[in-house]
């Protein structure tokens, strides 16, 4: 079992920056590949990035490559997103979640999930 708690979310204008942070318990938690989703007001859970076990594997949606940054530090059970030049349609809640099988795109592959932190970007 791992439990995971996201912070860092926020009210932000448009080009700002923000680094959420998905802390999590369970001494595996560095051997799980992890994460970040993000779900806007009416919208489709969407994949944003995730990060391998090892700080490899790394992949972005195409809507924030260039801009987000997914890293993590296994000592501190924390994975981290960091999000510059950030823009009004960013606007949504962000999860991260453990990874379990299947494409790591579709939210179905993961197994564990947080509660979710907001963020939104003012025009």
């Known amino acids: 079992q791992v439990q995971l708690v996201e912070s860092g979310g926020g009210l932000v204008q448009a080009g700002g920056s923000l680094r959420l942070s998905c802390a999590a318990s369970?001494?595996?938690?560095?051997?799980?590949?992890v994460g970040w989703f993000r779900q806007a007001p009416g919208k489709e859970r969407e994949f944003v990035a995730t990060?391998?076990?090892?700080?490899?594997?790394?992949y972005y949606a195409d809507s924030v490559k260039g801009r987000f940054t997914i890293s993590r530090d296994n000592a501190k059970n924390t994975v981290y997103l960091q999000m510059n030049s950030l823009k009004p349609e960013d606007t949504a809640d962000y999860y991260c979640?453990?990874?379990?099988?299947?494409?790591?795109?579709?939210?179905?592959?993961?197994?564990?999930w947080g509660q979710g932190t907001q963020v939104t970007v003012s025009s």
């Open positions: 369970g001494r595996t938690f560095s051997s799980y590949t």
């Open positions: 979640a453990v990874y379990n099988s299947g494409s790591y795109i579709n939210r179905g592959a993961y197994r564990y």
């Open positions: 990060i391998g076990w090892a700080g490899g594997s790394i």
